[in-house]
């Protein structure tokens, strides 16, 4: 979510790409859903590892790990600004649909508000 939405509410000024260290190999569903949802559009989103951009420089490298959940944070070392956003993982998240769609909601608005205030 965070890369559409850096893409989308960014404007031209960032371009977004987002990996991780274990990659499901699919985009979840209800992350495309939400980001429809709330007006973001989805452009071929793909489960990428932090492999494929291995040397490649970076402006800025922002991480989202929960380490309240002991989700194992990257470190990434090199001239760029870095910023840790800790977001619970809406994927990992139980109960009923309309629950789930909360948690999704939920990290979509976190994210949001932080990209507004810290990157626009």
Known sequence: M??????????????????????????????????????IEVHEPRS????????????????????????SCPAFFGQHRKLHWSTPDPAKAQGSESEIDAAFDAAFNLLKNRIEKELL
Not at 48 to 71: M, Q
Request: hydrophobic share 40%; aromatic share 8%; glycine share 10%.
């Open 48 to 71: 990428k590892s932090w492999d494929e951009f291995d040397g490649e420089p970076f402006d800025l490298v922002i991480t989202v790990c929960d380490r309240a959940a002991s989700e």
């Open 2 to 39: 965070a890369e559409a939405l850096i893409n989308a509410l960014g404007a031209g000024r960032y371009m977004a790409s987002s990996a991780g260290s274990k990659p499901a190999g699919f985009v979840h569903p209800k992350s495309i859903a939400t980001l429809q949802r709330h007006g």
